[in-house]
């Protein structure tokens, strides 16, 4: 039984997603709304196929998203280029100039459509520089792709081998950890200077990796850096309750079609979009920290990307209601994590 005090409206600032994947054509019909209606800004994930490796085609993807907002919605994407071996450091410059925040950086292989990521991180250093120079930000996917490594500890491993040199050699460069799933990150993070932040995914406050395995396996509940153990999850409670502003909401939405995820060699990928504040609300309340909720959903992001802060608000309620088993993603469905269930917060329109 929840305590007498517990609130039963929540209002926020009105928050941003810093991470989320909109993917593109008939998808976009489904995502930017889901996205809008929770979020004032949200950073558009530039792993396209093909994947967005310049100006012009980021300014392009941000011209099919504002198409796809529903009317009235005063919703804002965030644009990223997508660093491969050989992004010119000249792009740097004009995606600057377009508007692009930042350049994601896939090693090659380590998640969905990393393909063309890169496979040597000396080979962009010139193109790091001018970020570095130029004030854009590099967001991680922070996974080693060594097949020698096991999948749990790739995190801890880039950790030390790409994240800690990167750091010594681009000091005045602003990073984000995106998505952690470890202590180690939590606290690798924590303890690390102004420079580097971390997002964190509602799905990796609120599960661990149980979730996968329970009742058969669960191809809803498998993401990449896949979920880890309890004790992990705690610490990224943790984190993300501790008010520390190094910390903030990125959901790592990432629609796949349904028969992509319920088969053999399932995509790795949680649709949160619809229920994306249900569900931090839903973990920060059972942390007793939704006072905490608003800095790290509202505040802290902007503050790190050098952003103004949102000046209207959403008002969560408490109210069970059923998540929809699926959506129409194109020609297919998309099922978002937790379909079918209940939800003990609701987003109000
Ligand atoms: N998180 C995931 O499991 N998948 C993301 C890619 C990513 O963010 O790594 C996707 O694009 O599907
Ligand atoms: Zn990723
Ligand atoms: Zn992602």
């Not at 690390?192 to 406050?205: E, F, R, S, V, Y």
């Amino acid at each position: 039984m929840r305590a007498m005090s517990a609130p039963d409206t929540l209002t926020l600032i009105r928050p941003d997603d810093w991470h989320t994947h909109l993917r593109d054509g008939a998808a976009l019909a489904t995502t930017v709304p889901h996205t809008a209606a929770q979020f004032a800004r949200a950073i558009a994930m530039p792993n396209l196929k093909p994947p967005l490796t310049t100006a012009a085609q980021a300014e392009a993807y941000r011209q099919r998203i504002l198409a796809a907002r529903p009317p009235g919605a005063a919703f804002e994407p965030l644009m990223t280029l997508y660093l491969t071996d050989n992004l010119p450091p000249d792009e740097i410059e004009r995606a600057r100039a377009a508007g692009v925040v930042a350049v994601k950086l896939y090693p090659a292989g380590a998640t969905t459509n990393s393909d063309a990521g890169v496979t040597d991180l000396r080979r962009t250093y010139r193109t790091l520089e001018a970020m570095q120079r130029q004030g854009l930000l590099l967001l991680v996917h922070g996974e080693v792709t060594d097949p020698d490594v096991d999948v749990f500890d790739r995190e801890a491993v880039f950790i030390e081998r790409v994240l800690e040199p990167l750091r010594r050699d681009f000091p005045a460069l602003k990073v984000v950890l995106e998505h952690i799933t470890t202590r180690d990150a939590a606290q690798y993070v924590a303890d690390a200077g102004p420079n580097l932040a971390a997002t964190i995914t509602a799905h990796h406050l609120l599960y661990n990796r149980n979730a996968i395995f329970s009742g058969g396996l669960q191809p809803h509940y498998y993401c990449l850096p896949v979920l880890k153990r309890e004790e992990h999850r705690r610490a990224l409670v943790a984190a993300a309750t501790s008010g520390s502003p190094k910390f903030f909401l990125g959901t790592d939405s990432a629609p796949h079609p349904a028969h992509l995820k319920e088969c053999a060699g399932a995509c790795a990928g949680c649709y949160t979009a619809p229920a994306a504040l249900e569900l931090y609300a839903e973990a920060f309340e059972a942390a007793g920290a939704l006072d905490k909720l608003e800095g790290f959903a509202s505040l802290h992001g902007p503050a790190f990307y050098g952003l103004p802060v949102n000046t209207t608000r959403v008002t969560l309620r408490r109210q069970d209601w059923t998540l929809p088993d699926s959506y129409p993603l194109g020609e297919a469905v998309v099922k978002p994590l937790r379909a079918g269930q209940t939800l003990r917060w609701r987003l109000q329109p």
